[in-house]
């Protein structure tokens, strides 16, 4: 594992998670900044793929994908040569990553509702995050961090949202794993689960990602 610490890559006093919705990869940002109003405790940027390979980004070499804004976040802070995610699905990752603990353990083995029917069994696993599992939610909160999600959650519905596991805001969390429409507003007849609240406000042909962006802004801003 290399280590390339330079400086922090942002400086305002709040946390925050978001989620850029894609058609087929989901782009988790989360942005943890301390609360505290002491320039010393550093900011945290946090970004996480759905279903990206780690040579698909510029940084670590590709030449087909063109990533200059996660690059610069690369030379801006640290690049790690030899980590693995937990899984190669999203939601037992997710859950690995928000409590430090393996998905088997966790018992979150499958991406929630990825069951298929077929020739081999299907194993049993959680639909949701334990409440009794300490998130980094909790962690940043506990700290005195302002805490705040905003995206894709797929760990549960409720009482099993963000809402319950640390994070003070959370915006456009809906029940599934993507949203009924990339495009304002965000809703479908034949996918009611999958529709995106919270973004009712929305102006005629807004992008679910740049809309996210805006909410994201605003939130740090207010912290």
């Not at 994908?65 to 030899?82: E, H, M, V, W």
């Amino acid at each position: 594992m290399s280590k390339r610490l330079r400086r922090p890559i942002a400086s305002r006093n709040s946390v925050l998670a978001r989620a850029f919705f894609t058609a087929h990869v989901v782009l988790l940002l989360a942005t943890m900044l301390a609360c505290s109003g002491n320039d010393a405790t550093p900011n945290v940027v946090l970004v996480i793929v759905d279903d990206l390979g780690w040579r698909d980004l510029g940084v670590y070499g590709s030449t087909f994908y063109k990533t200059p804004a996660i690059d610069s976040l690369a030379r801006t802070g640290a690049l790690f040569t030899q980590f693995y995610a937990a899984s190669p699905v999203c939601s037992p990752t997710r859950a690995s990553l928000m409590t430090g603990r393996h998905p088997a353990r966790l018992g979150i083995t499958n991406w929630i509702g990825g069951e298929r029917d077929g020739s081999l069994l299907q194993a049993e696993y959680e639909r949701q995050l334990a409440l009794e599992e300490y998130t980094l939610g909790e962690a940043f909160r506990d700290a005195g961090f302002a805490t705040g999600y905003i995206g894709k959650w797929h760990l549960g519905v409720a009482p099993y949202l963000p809402d319950s596991q640390g994070f003070d805001v959370t915006v456009a969390v809906n029940d599934g794993g993507q949203p009924s429409s990339h495009f304002h507003p965000y809703r479908a007849a034949h996918t009611p689960r999958l529709d995106v609240p919270d973004l009712e406000d929305g102006a005629e042909g807004e992008y679910l990602t740049d809309r996210l962006t805006e909410e994201v802004v605003c939130f740090i801003e207010s912290h």
